[in-house]
């Protein structure tokens, strides 16, 4: 005859994200157009050393092109990993809104709370379909945003939020 079983261990806010709601995730799309953003800066930035180690030959130089390089190798896993985090959920009276790896952000923008929806789409998303969805709030420290969503859900969750919002506000 066993013994009852043991207690779970607590679990921090935020370890692992909660998981009593349905977490919606963004597009891997957004996985490329990070990439690309990322290519273009280092390709600046390693013209710039290539030039400078080519004209001065000093290995110094070589050397930043060097950790330049591994750098920029580093960002790109990180943005793998960055857009997998990614992730919102729809709730009754609120919006959930989590991201981050090392430091991990769950924001909670409840309906009532919000003053206005953005939806914007730069060059690089546009080019491959993705638009982000920003919500503004009373306080600019509460504002949240979703970014990689396909153009059509984010004008399906910018015109439900907004009706959220404006129905949540005539009750108060």
Do not use: C, K
């Amino acid at each position: 005859m066993s013994g009852p079983e043991p207690a779970p261990p607590p679990v921090s806010a935020l370890e692992p994200w909660p998981d009593t709601v349905r977490w919606q995730p963004i597009s891997r799309d957004l996985i490329w157009v990070e990439l690309l953003r990322l290519a273009m800066g280092l390709a600046v930035l390693l013209v710039g050393l290539g030039v400078g180690w080519a004209l001065s030959g000093h290995r110094l130089v070589g050397v930043a092109f060097g950790v330049v390089l591994l750098l920029g190798l580093w960002r790109a896993v990180a943005i793998v990993r960055a857009v997998h985090a990614w992730g919102y959920a729809e709730r009754e009276n609120d919006l959930l809104v989590r991201h981050g790896l090392l430091v991990r952000r769950l924001s909670i923008v409840p309906y009532s709370r919000m003053q206005f929806v953005d939806v914007s789409a730069g060059p690089l998303e546009r080019a491959f379909g993705l638009a982000t969805v920003q919500l503004h709030t009373a306080a600019a420290a509460s504002d949240a945003r979703v970014p990689g969503l396909r153009p059509a859900e984010a004008s399906r969750l910018r015109d439900r939020l907004t009706a959220l919002g404006e129905d949540r506000a005539e009750g108060l």
